[in-house]
């Protein structure tokens, strides 16, 4: 495996003091792009090096629609992760948008990541995201996920095929689930961004507003309580959001998107058992999120062909 290439000095240096010695110490800032098929384990390898859980995780493919932001800062300086969808064969205009935003982000990395669940065989999938990440002139990684599942004689043969391929600077095997190989990988990180000044401010963890990250907190628990096609047709939608005048907990209405009425009968359940399981699973984790207090209310509403309608798409993506 080849060494990573040195990164040319930014514009402007930034740089802190190392009080012990009083010497100067340059920081390094930059985006790292985590790209790859759907299911390869992005959102909870990005969930693991930032230290939070900003991103929903679940073990269905598209989980995550949205470029995700997450802002890591200590004192070596500030990594901006790109959390992408998984490329895929787009069958809906909302999937479109979503491979879309995942190529977009490749284009923008200091650093791409291209992420490969390290359990499946080599596929066309695979070929297809050498092809893609190949186009990215910035500094490429291959991360080999989900290695506690692999025998060592099975992983090895899976990191000759990337090497051979002489695309990627590192190549990197982790298991986001445990953490095994990640303090390597943001090593590897860290060495291969550019100097400079943080992004952004020190205190921000994401870009994301309140109400995204309260829809994504909520379609996490239906990905998490359903099953079949029924997460792939839902979307969740803020409808209303209100503060309390001291400030101590907020009432959140959310609209639970399906497109068929079908669908909307297994949400809401018998006597709406379901829905009421749901919505006490996110109100307690959005009071975690959120700092305080949460009264949520949550409604179905039967929305045919949503996935390709721009209006609903915009407002959601």
């Given amino acids: 495996m080849a060494a990573m290439s040195p990164m040319p000095p930014a514009t402007v240096s930034a740089l802190s003091i190392d009080t012990r ?3 100067q110490v340059k920081t390094r800032s930059g985006i790292v792009t985590l790209a790859g098929r759907p299911n390869a384990g992005k959102s909870t390898l990005m969930n693991r090096l930032l230290g939070e859980k900003l991103a929903i995780v679940s073990d269905k493919p598209q989980t995550t ?3 995700l932001v997450g802002i890591l800062t200590d004192e070596k300086g500030q990594i901006v992760f790109y959390d992408t969808p998984g490329v895929h064969r787009p069958l809906h205009r909302m999937n479109r948008q979503m491979v879309r935003h995942a190529v977009d982000a490749m284009g923008e990395g200091d650093i791409v990541c291209l992420l490969v669940d390290a359990t499946t065989p080599f596929g066309s999938g695979d070929a297809y995201m050498l092809e893609l990440i190949q186009k990215s002139s910035a500094p490429r990684i291959a991360i080999l996920n989900k290695i506690d599942r692999v025998k060592k004689p099975d992983l090895l043969p899976r990191i000759g095929r990337y090497a051979e ?5 590192q190549i990197v095997p982790v298991s986001a689930l445990t953490g095994d190989g990640c303090d390597r990988l943001m090593e590897v990180l860290w060495q291969g961004l550019p100097e400079g000044e943080p992004l952004y401010d020190a205190d921000l963890y994401t870009l994301h507003p309140e109400r995204f990250l309260a829809a994504e907190t909520i379609r996490e628990k239906i990905l998490l309580t359903t099953r079949n096609e029924l997460p792939f047709t839902t979307a969740v939608v803020i409808e209303k959001w209100e503060e309390a005048e001291a400030g101590d907990h ?5 609209c639970i998107l399906v497109e068929k009425p079908g669908q909307k009968a297994i949400l809401i359940g ?3 058992e379901n829905i009421k ?5 996110a109100r307690r984790d959005l009071q975690e999120l959120l700092g305080r207090r949460v009264h949520l209310e949550l409604f179905v509403r039967h929305e045919p062909g949503w996935r390709e309608d721009r209006r609903l798409l915009a407002e959601i993506l």
Wanted: proline letters at 0%; a positive charge.
């Fill in 250 to 254: 907020a009432r959140i209405y959310a």
């Fill in 65 to 67: 629609r949205h470029r």
């Fill in 277 to 281: 399981r749901l919505g006490i699973a």
């Fill in 21 to 23: 010695g009083l010497r």
């Fill in 270 to 272: 018998r006597k709406g």
């Fill in 165 to 169: 391929t002489e695309i990627f600077e």
